[in-house]
């Protein structure tokens, strides 16, 4: 370890430790990404952000991917906004939706998830609601894989809910 009075550096092997207590953490200089790793893929293998003064879990990731925590929240505010216009035709973009189940190929449970084909939205033009992620696998594969922006999807099926009743009550 290198120390000096306001910074620390571990650089190289593997330290284990029960607990990390820190007020920022980075990844090492010149490498752009910081990595926790979890001993399993397990519901029960934990990176886990608690309270010091109660203990309490405010999020955990477990080695399956899932993510868990009270709320999730994204910026919305009007400031950091431009461009801002009504959604049209929402029925329309709901119809060019294709809604599936399915079973996670990695990860079984005894019911059907439901959601998405990511390549499917961005072939019906949903672009702003697909990203790709560079994802290393256990093998030591780097692929990129899309996600699907769930939370965007939400203003799109208010306005056509909202559609629906206009045309209800005429």
Request: glycine content about 8%; hydrophobic content about 35%.
């Given at each position: ?22 007020t ?43 993510v ?17 216009n ?33 390549q ?40 056509a809910v ?9």
């Amino acid at each position: 370890a290198i120390q000096n009075h306001d910074d620390v550096s571990i650089t190289g092997g593997r330290i284990t430790v029960p607990s990390v207590s820190a007020t920022e953490v980075r990844p090492v200089l010149g490498d752009n990404e910081l990595k926790l790793k979890l001993p399993g893929g397990s519901q029960y293998d934990m990176f886990k952000v608690t309270r010091e003064d109660t203990n309490q879990d405010l999020m955990t990731v477990d080695g399956r991917g899932i993510v868990t925590a009270r709320d999730f929240y994204a910026p919305s505010d009007s400031r950091l906004k431009k461009n801002v216009n009504s959604i049209q035709d929402a029925i329309q973009l709901v119809r060019r939706m294709n809604g599936v189940t399915f079973d996670w190929i990695d990860y079984n449970t005894p019911f059907p998830h439901y959601g998405f084909i990511a390549q499917d939205l961005k072939l019906a033009g949903f672009h702003s609601l697909i990203h790709e992620r560079t994802i290393t696998t256990p093998s030591g594969e780097v692929n990129t894989l899309m996600t699907v922006d769930y939370s965007k999807i939400v203003s799109i099926l208010v306005e056509a809910v909202k559609d629906i009743g206009n045309m209800l009550s005429m």
